[in-house]
Each structure stands twice: as structure tokens, then as C-alpha cells.
């Protein structure tokens, strides 16, 4: 139990194009949902937390304007990289958890990654 | 600012050998910590856990160690297998941080035949 996916898993774009990466709960639904991002030989860099139905909350330094996620169901999160650049290329990690971890921590299930190459 | 890294980022061990991997983390409120595997080109993939309230934790082949004084964190992995060759990475939650991890830097484990 407890899988992640993510569609695509590898993705080439053009500079100046939009991609989608899409990222789901496949046996159980998700309250919560991260994204990361990982550069070559780095550690993972989360960019934003997703909760269903709600904004997402972004990290310091992170673009709000240029990933765009959206949460609209306990089972599905997105990540569109606006106007893709080469320096986003990247590894792009999701996860997700059953619960926002209000108390105590709640699992986060990750998914497999998506390479994005910007040319 | 507060961070969670690791001391050594490459790690090369005989077959067989144990490992160890290490940890160090600054943030007092750190109330449990990850450690997970990741091959290249896949996520992330959860070993075993600690909460703050244990110093050791064991699990198959597998053992963390807590010291809360110094603020360190550590890996044991018993007779290390060609297949344990990855990227270890150490992560925290802190308490009432919600569900947020802070991922390490991560180290390079290779093992030699």
C-alpha cells in the first residue's frame, strides 16, 4: 500500500514552454501533498506544501508564479512549470501523507520522480 | 540558519563491511528523524525512523542511533550488500512544523566487491 506515482517520469521541453507534472495517491487519499526538487548530486529542496481544496504554501525563495500546483482532489496534485527555462531543469520529487501533521508527524509516501530537461 | 547535514559525502566499503553514516542536526526541536536510500534516477525510499524520546532503533540489518546531546544522528547497516550502494540522506520534523521534512546533503555510499 501507500504508492505514489508521477506522470511524466522524463520530460524534454522546449525554453519558454509550460510543462505538467502530475503526481498521485494510488491506494489511499492524500490530505497533503509535497514537492521537491532535487538538483544533480543534491540533497532534495522542497518548493511547496499542497493541501487539498486550499492554496498552496510556498518556500522562501520559491516562484508562486512559476509552479503552479494545484490540489483539487485527495488523490491528484500538479506542478506546471511555467515558461520552462534551462536552469529548471531538474529531478522532481512528490510526496504525500494522509494527514497535515498538526500533532505529530505523518508519513510522507514519495513518488518515483520526474526528470525535466529545459533545451 | 538551522540545517540538517552530514559529515562525509562519499562512503566506501568492503562488501560485507558494516557501514556507518552520519548526521548531524542543529535544531533543538527536531522531534523525529528519517533516513532514506535513493538510487539514481528513483525517489526517495524510507529505511527507519527515530522519535526524539529513543536514542537506538533497529530494524533488518539496519540500526540508528540518536545522541540528542551532541545533536547527531547515525546509520549502522550491517554486513553491507553491493545493493545497499546509494545515496543515504538523513531528514527531520520538527515538532509542531507540521508534516515538513528537512532533508541533509546526503552521502554517497559505494560498495566495493
Known amino acids: 500500500g501507500a504508492v505514489v506515482s508521477q506522470h511524466p517520469s522524463r520530460v524534454i521541453c522546449k525554453s519558454g514552454t509550460s510543462v505538467k507534472i502530475e503526481c498521485r495517491s494510488l491506494d489511499f487519499q492524500a490530505t497533503t501533498m509535497f514537492w521537491y526538487r532535487q538538483f544533480p548530486k543534491k540533497s532534495l529542496m522542497l518548493m511547496a506544501t499542497?493541501?487539498?481544496?486550499?492554496?498552496?504554501?510556498?518556500e522562501q525563495g520559491v516562484e508562486k508564479d512559476k509552479f503552479l500546483i494545484n490540489h483539487a482532489s485527495l488523490t491528484l496534485s500538479t506542478l506546471t512549470v511555467t515558461s520552462a527555462h534551462p536552469e529548471d531543469s531538474s529531478f522532481y520529487i512528490c510526496?504525500?501523507?494522509?494527514?497535515?501533521?498538526?500533532?505529530?508527524?505523518?508519513?510522507?509516501?514519495f513518488g518515483p520522480g520526474t526528470r525535466l530537461t529545459v533545451l | 540558519g538551522e540545517s540538517v547535514g552530514l559529515h562525509l559525502p562519499t562512503l566506501s566499503v568492503q562488501e560485507g563491511d558494516n557501514s556507518i553514516i552520519n548526521c548531524a542536526y542543529s535544531n533543538s526541536a527536531s522531534d523525529y528523524f528519517i533516513w532514506y536510500k535513493q538510487e539514481s534516477g528513483k525517489g526517495p525510499q524510507f529505511i527507519i525512523d527515530i522519535r526524539s524520546n529513543m536514542d537506538k532503533r533497529q530494524g533488518q540489518r539496519v540500526t540508528v542511533l540518536l545522541n540528542k546531546t551532541v545533536k547527531h544522528l547515525s546509520l549502522q547497516i550491517a554486513a553491507t550488500q553491493p545493493g545497499d550502494s546509494a545515496v543515504y540522506f538523513c531528514a527531520e520534523n520538527i515538532r509542531g512544523g507540521g508534516n515538513k521534512l528537512t532533508f541533509g546533503t546526503g552521502t554517497q555510499l559505494k560498495v566495493e566487491l
Open positions: 510526496s504525500a501523507s494522509l494527514g497535515r501533521g498538526s500533532f505529530s508527524y505523518n508519513e510522507q509516501f
Open positions: 499542497s493541501n487539498e481544496g486550499s492554496k498552496a504554501t510556498y
